[in-house]
């Protein structure tokens, strides 16, 4: 079994800053793409920003120039600084990761995790 386990959110005044973590574990050949997702109240989720596994990076117009996200391949771990928040960046923070294992034959599967909330208020 493969998990992605969160963590890292919470509670910040606007322009404050948080980083989250997100870390795989179980069986597995390796991991492809990661990323972050948000879901806010009412609202579809939408993509935050990916990266690939040769690093290249992807960011949603409104998270550039304030939001960085990261990965570290020795710890399967993938992160989202988060700088000079706003309230409209309040939701729930998904990890996503697109990770190959052997079934018989190697398949890529996508999984996600449980999800943190960031809530941006004074």
């Known amino acids: 079994q493969v998990q992605l386990v969160e963590s890292g959110g919470g509670l910040v005044q606007p322009g404050g800053s948080l980083r989250l973590s997100c870390a795989a574990s179980?069986?597995?050949?390796?991991?492809?793409?990661m990323g972050w997702y948000r879901q806010a109240l009412g609202k579809q989720r939408e993509l935050v920003a990916t990266?690939?596994?040769?690093?290249?990076?992807n960011y949603a117009d409104s998270v550039k120039g304030r939001f960085t996200i990261s990965r570290d391949n020795a710890k399967n771990t993938v992160y989202l600084q988060m700088n000079s928040l706003k309230t409209e960046d309040t939701a729930v923070y998904y990890c996503?990761?697109?990770?190959?294992?052997?079934?018989?034959?190697?398949?890529?599967?996508?999984?996600w995790g449980q999800g943190t909330q960031v809530t941006v208020s004074s």
């Open positions: 996503n990761a697109i990770i190959s294992r052997r079934v018989v034959i190697v398949i890529n599967q996508q999984y």
């Open positions: 179980g069986s597995f050949l390796s991991i492809n793409d």
């Open positions: 990266i690939t596994s040769g690093g290249n990076l």
